[in-house]
């Protein structure tokens, strides 16, 4: 058996806990098909046919051995759900605090951008020991990010964002595979997970950087694109100001409220007909088709920073102390 | 025809077979029997083709760079298995094969409740099949079998159309097929058949019509709004378009989940027939197997969920779906305890259909319980998407529902063609394509736990070796199910002559000669037991 790889690396905080389950789940699988099989072969042999005539007593069943086969197997899956499920649970979000990183797919690359401007393909450098926050969407299908050593996955749609986390815990290279077939090349999208000392991320960061900021790319954007002359700072404009938006709740002329995340303002900027600010007219042309989704990500990212540095940020830190 | 052609036959007693031998008495023909023959011979067919694509797949990832094809060519093969193997085969093969051929016979009737729409069946399941036969000759299709939108509708320039057109005509075969199923259950029982009297396999058979009638129409619908968004660029699922991308994944698994237990429910009503007859007893908890059919009917419409964990749903949808999944997992177990018990002192015989049947609930006890780990939220998250969830469907779908038709045909394979077939062969075919299975699907299992994605027409040189295993066990399997193809259409001809209750079974279809007449029964049949009478009082009874 030797060179048969039997179990993938641990490379995340959340990797040996995942195995742990797998390894309960398969334990007591394993004892209960050793149970079921070596009964069947017990009976099979004690009570092979010896005679053509043999007619064995009709049993009915037995409504004790019903209720113990039925009650047994409820508690094991429960077990399994609540384990399985507490698991996910506390897994489902980010801590407070994680650094973030932006991911768009595409057909068949992932790429991929950090909010100090650096940008990679196929590639994701993270620093060793600090929990990492993607957002990530895509520009045509279906695609899924997903790293075995880190046990994560999760789906990269097109049309909203999805977000997903970890904390990696061992320095290496580590597969990324595009976990749902996204057309010819599918098993071609694939990259590395670059597992860093914070220093040397620090350092790489700086390295070689052309460009701006994901925050600085947003501000040129938001002036390139017009947006600035309706959307003014001091809110005299035909459009809600934008400052201090981010993350604050939003009333709508519907009567209703939305909460000012990315996925709203991603829905601002593309459809912005859907939900409108109370007090505003429906004067805003839809931007889809004319920004891609990095670009939309810079936006929204540049959004983010003036509102949390204009009024609320205070709130904000509130809130994540809160979670 | 000529009566010199006829002289030998004069003596043999007439029965379906011979009633008529010209083509149209087939392809014209109301007799539920022959219907089940046609069907026979269609899904074997498209068996052999979507076998010979998992065979050139096989072959293609020998080699981590892939050994055959193009992967554009790779994505093709995959996705026309998936589709000729589950609609056009899986579905189809029990319920229209077997149950088409035993439901009347096992209930004590002429016929099914309508013969005329039971021959329409076919002829749309044939309709469907040459859509898809079309759509593989006229380039193929890359969509993958779960036809998974946006790529489907608005990325792809393959056959999307041909295919989908295909698999809505065939549903109407399933529909209808269950329709008849039920009303022909519900109404045509001989005197004295109580519901607590029917064979097993007619309990699974009910519910497999249960799910057919109610959960096709919704995959007609999801597949038909596919193809408008890919002929007509309508907004449905397609977010540039104003879609909803996961709205398909919804739609598609509430039929999709529920149709793997069309697949599994009535080979587990196989395998209650034979595990009786071999043991000569009767089911050991026969009302709570019979229930447990249903519940899981019920239940399967529940848990489509399961199959969307990463897809970013509420994870408070993902308790509830994984809750439902773990319920669903309960009457399977109920059913693999009872059989077991049904074996103990039993008198047990060892001929080919208990070894099928055996191997059944081997390879479905396995694929049951590694559906404990997709079923978890937390694991499943690392294995959706991998190798592990293909080999925990093909141990349900191949190792559960193949190995559990190829033991009914063994078992009623007299009753149907007349003619025995040599059980040593038999027996050697049942135990490779045990071995052969496990060799293929066991290594599957770990590549996905270490991660390697299904559908990859390439891969990492570090999964290498398990793929060869695969690979090797593929060539086996595959050797497997050609040897009862040979000696299948080998003792049409020249097979022993089976007499009417070649294996000692109770249940109508084993009053009547082998193959039945025409007309089923000269007589209707009186019911006056249970189903599994194999005591010895209930046969001085009988007698």
């Known amino acids: 058996m030797q060179g048969i790889p039997i179990q993938p690396e641990q490379a995340s905080t959340i990797a040996q806990s995942v195995d742990h389950l797998y390894f309960f789940i398969t334990a007591v699988t394993l004892f209960f098909s050793v149970l079921i099989f070596s009964t069947i072969f017990y009976f099979m042999i004690k009570y092979r046919r010896r005679s053509p005539d043999e007619r064995p007593k009709a049993i009915e069943g037995s409504l004790p051995l ?30 407070p605090g994680a650094m973030e990183i932006f991911v768009t797919g595409k057909q068949w690359m992932w790429k991929v951008e950090h909010p100090e401007g650096q940008r990679e393909i196929n590639e994701l450098h993270v620093p060793l020991g600090h929990p990492v926050k993607l957002t990530m969407t895509s520009e045509d299908v279906i695609h899924d990010f997903f790293v075995p050593a880190f046990r994560v996955k999760k789906d990269v749609l097109p049309g909203r964002y999805t977000t997903m986390w970890f904390e990696p815990t061992k320095l290496g290279t580590f597969h990324l595979f595009c976990a749902q077939y996204c057309g010819a090349f599918h098993a071609g999208m694939i990259g590395s997970v670059i597992v860093v000392e914070p220093d040397e991320y620090e350092s790489w960061l700086q390295g070689g950087v052309q460009g701006e900021t994901m925050e600085a790319a947003g501000a040129r954007l938001f002036k390139e694109n017009g947006c600035v002359t309706c959307h003014l700072a001091d809110g005299s404009g035909p459009a809600p100001s934008l400052a201090g938006v981010y993350g604050n709740t939003v009333h709508l002329t519907n009567g209703q409220t939305v909460t000012a995340d990315d996925a709203y303002i991603r829905e601002s900027i593309l459809s912005p007909a859907a939900k409108i600010v109370r007090g505003y007219q429906p004067v805003m042309p839809s931007f889809q088709g004319q920004l891609s989704e990095e670009q939309i990500l810079d936006l929204v990212a540049y959004i983010r920073s003036i509102g949390l540095s204009q009024g609320n940020a205070k709130e904000k830190q509130q809130e994540e102390g809160k979670k | 025809m000529s009566t010199a052609t006829l002289e030998p036959r004069v003596q043999s007693p007439r029965n379906y077979l011979n009633a008529d031998y010209g083509w149209k008495s087939w392809l014209f023909t109301v007799d539920h029997k022959r219907i089940a023959l046609l069907y026979m011979a269609s899904i074997t067919f498209f068996f052999v083709i979507g076998g010979f694509f998992a065979f050139l797949m096989r072959l293609h990832l020998i080699e981590p760079q892939g050994a055959l094809v193009q992967p554009e060519t790779y994505n ?67 969509t993958g079998w779960t036809f998974y939108t946006p790529y489907s509708s608005t990325y792809s320039n393959t056959q999307v159309t041909a295919v989908a057109v295909g698999v809505f005509i065939t549903g109407f075969s399933s529909i209808l097929t269950g329709l008849n199923f039920i009303v022909t259950i519900h109404k045509m029982r001989a005197p004295g058949l109580t519901w607590f009297r029917l064979p097993l396999f007619l309990w ?35 977010p540039q378009l104003g879609g909803d991308p996961l709205l398909f994944q919804h739609l598609f698994w509430f039929y999709s989940h529920p149709a793997v237990y069309i697949m599994i429910l009535p080979a587990m009503g196989v395998v209650s027939e034979i595990i009786a007859c ?35 749903q509420s994870v408070y949808a993902g308790l509830i779906f994984s809750f439902l999944s773990f319920l669903v997992a309960i009457p399977s177990a109920i059913k693999v305890f009872n059989w077991t018990s049904t074996l103990y002192k039993g008198s047990i015989s060892y001929e080919a259909p208990m070894l099928y049947a055996l191997g059944f609930i081997g390879l479905f006890t396995m694929g049951g319980l590694t559906g404990m780990f997709l079923a978890s939220l937390a694991t499943d998250v690392h294995l959706n ?103 299948f259409i080998w003792s049409m001809r020249y097979g022993p002559v089976a007499e009417a209750n070649p294996w000692g079974a109770t249940g109508l279809e084993w009053q009547t000669p082998s193959p039945p007449p025409t007309e089923n029964f000269a007589e209707i049949p009186v019911v006056t037991e249970e189903a599994y009478a194999y005591s010895a009082e209930e046969e001085a009874s009988r007698a």
Do not use: C
């Open chain 1, 66 to 95: 019903e209720i113990l086969w039925t009650a047994v197997p409820t508690l094991i899956v429960a077990l399994f759900f609540v384990w399985g499920s507490t698991l996910y649970f506390q897994n489902s979000e980010a801590p």
């Open chain 2, 278 to 312: 071999f043991a000569r007893k009767r089911i050991f908890g026969y009302k709570i197997v019979g229930f447990s059919s249903v519940a899981i009917a019920v239940l399967g419409f529940l848990v489509w969920g399961h199959h969307m964990f990463v897809t970013g």
């Open chain 2, 76 to 142: 093709k093969l995959f996705t026309l298995h998936g589709v000729i193997m589950i609609f056009f085969f899986l579905i189809p093969s029990i319920p229209a094969v077997l149950g088409n051929f035993l439901v009347p016979l096992m209930i004590g009737a002429r016929d099914l409740a309508f013969p005329k729409l039971n021959l329409l069946s076919w002829y749309i399941y044939i309709v469907g099949g040459l859509f898809t036969l079309y759509s593989a000759i006229a380039g193929g299709v890359d």
């Open chain 2, 385 to 487: 998407g991998t190798y592990f969830i293909v080999a925990h469907f093909h141990y349900i779908m191949v190792g559960g529902a193949v190995m559990g038709y190829l033991g009914g045909l063994h078992f009623w394979w007299p009753k149907i063609s007349g003619r025995k077939y040599p059980n040593g062969w038999a027996m050697l075919s049942a135990a490779i394509i045990f071995i052969g299975f496990n060799l293929t699907f066991f290594p599957q299992f770990i590549l996905g736990y270490l991660g390697m994605p299904r559908r990859y027409a390439f891969y990492p040189a570090e999964f290498q070796v398990l793929n060869v295993m695969s690979s090797a066990g593929a060539s086996i399997l595959g050797i497997g199910y050609l040897i009862p193809l040979v000696y």
């Open chain 2, 204 to 238: 699974a058979i009910y519910a497999t019509s249960i799910i057919m009638t109610l959960g096709t129409p919704v995959l007609a619908i999801t597949i038909f709004l596919l193809a408008l968004e890919h002929l007509f660029h309508v907004g449905i699922f397609s």
